[in-house]
């Protein structure tokens, strides 16, 4: 159900980006938990944070940063997630950037904290800091794997993608890494990722290629329905492929790397719905014929966040009354029942909003059954269409959300 383990990810090297990752004592297993990520000087970078009104330290921090200039580090630590520790936590975050950039001989606002793991528990910021200089000494270019190792809380499996593309001659390369398995919904990401090219592109470009990339990928996923504190997707640019300058976000360049990031984002993204927390099933929920793309949303999201949906789901149990009343919830004015259709993959279940003639509880299951679900929704009302991706609702979830703290 879950991507590739860590040993089969194979990450391409960004020319300008080194990475470190190391054991900091500050995940409970005792395995790596602090990563580092560098880029070269004269670099961009966007960034996205969650929507989450109390958010976490290192979001403030970071945000803070990002706006006073272009950073040329990343630090990343897992086990802790410096959320809900007051101007204790912001103190904590403040001194791990200053004494990088001591250490890195830059500025601390070129320094973005990040955290994830336990809410409400200081963080040990001594521990984050003396492993530093090891980090530094060790940054090398093909530590992609070991960093989205090292960033991991309930993730079974470390995520990553790469591609390249050709731009104006050049071979340009995108490649990025992401955690998360629960507290996973939008806005923005409830998650971590760090995606990374050599391509030279403009920050106000870059900003809107990442704004434009999460509104179909990392927006797009739910597996619980609760918004992180710690939600940030980060996109670096390095600039080492030496291409012309990417300054217009609708120039064919800018289109050509969407793509590639995009399809990055995307991978990313559905990698951590499949590794939702004792997820057994991966959903795709399709609502078409709708009068907008908001419109479809609203339905996509209220099927795929039903507890009801999801179990059901799990139980591989074709009980289509509760997606017809998930749509129905949903909020849509004027919604003319007569005018829906559900279908389960290829088979049609509900028609003018009632059960199909043609179905079959059996074809039902055997749908049901499958690792892979699609849930089609016809409104009969426009032609725009949206989808989301989800999963299960386990008893696994449960136990392990039960156990998190222990």
């Known amino acids: 159900m879950a991507a590739a383990p860590i040993s089969d990810l194979l990450l391409s090297p960004v020319p300008g980006i080194r990475l470190a990752a190391t054991s900091a004592g500050i995940y409970r297993h005792g395995r790596p938990d602090l990563c580092l990520v560098e880029m070269a000087a004269r670099g961009t970078a966007a960034a996205a944070f969650t929507t989450n009104a109390l958010c976490a330290a290192p979001v403030t921090v970071a945000r803070e ?7 040329r580090y990343c630090i990343v630590n897992a086990g802790n997630a410096n959320a809900g520790t007051g101007d204790r936590g912001l103190d904590a975050a403040r001194r791990t950037c200053a004494e ?8 601390a606002d070129e320094v ?44 079974t499996v470390a995520k990553g993608r790469s591609t390249r593309l050709e731009l104006d001659g050049r ?18 990401a409830t998650l971590l990722a760090f995606i990374a090219t050599d391509a030279v592109v403009a920050a106000p470009v870059l900003d809107a290629l990442l704004r434009e990339c999460l509104s179909n990928s990392f927006n797009r996923i739910t597996v ?23 300054a217009d976000a609708g120039s064919r360049a800018a289109v050509a790397l969407r793509h590639a990031l995009s399809d ?45 949906v999801k179990t059901a789901c799990f139980a591989s149990d074709p009980n289509w009354g509760r997606i017809l009343a998930a749509v129905g919830r949903a909020g849509i004015p004027d919604l003319d029942a007569s005018g829906v259709q559900v279908f389960l993959d290829d088979v ?42 989800t999963c ?15």
């Open 65 to 71: 940063h990002l706006r006073r200039a272009q950073p």
């Open 264 to 308: 990055v984002c995307v991978a990313l993204a559905q990698a951590v719905v499949r590794d939702g927390e004792g997820a057994t099933k991966f959903i795709t929920v399709t609502v078409e014929q709708g009068r907008d793309e908001s419109e479809c949303l609203q339905v996509c999201h209220a099927v795929a966040t039903s507890p009801l």
């Open 112 to 155: 973005l904290p990040f955290s994830t793991g336990v809410i409400g528990e200081p963080l040990p910021v001594e521990r984050v800091n003396a492993a530093l200089p090891g980090l530094l000494a060790s940054l090398r270019a093909d530590a992609w794997a070991g960093c989205a190792r090292a960033i991991m809380t309930t993730d």
């Open 392 to 406: 299960d609702f386990s008893t696994e979830y449960v136990k392990i959300n039960a156990d998190y703290r222990s």
């Open 224 to 246: 619980d329905g609760d918004t992180s504190t710690n939600d940030a997707c980060v996109m670096l640019a390095s600039g080492a492929a030496g291409n012309p300058a990417i």
């Open 100 to 107: 990088l950039a001591a250490l890195a001989g830059c500025s």
């Open 348 to 389: 049609c279940v509900v028609s003018g909003g009632a059960r199909s003639g043609s179905y079959t509880e059996a074809a039902g299951r055997r749908v049901m059954a499958q690792e892979d679900i699609l849930v089609r929704i016809m409104l009969g009302r426009g032609s725009a269409t949206s989808s989301v991706w």
């Open 171 to 188: 071979t340009v390369t995108v490649t990025g890494i992401a955690k998360g398995a629960g507290m996973i919904h939008p806005d923005m």
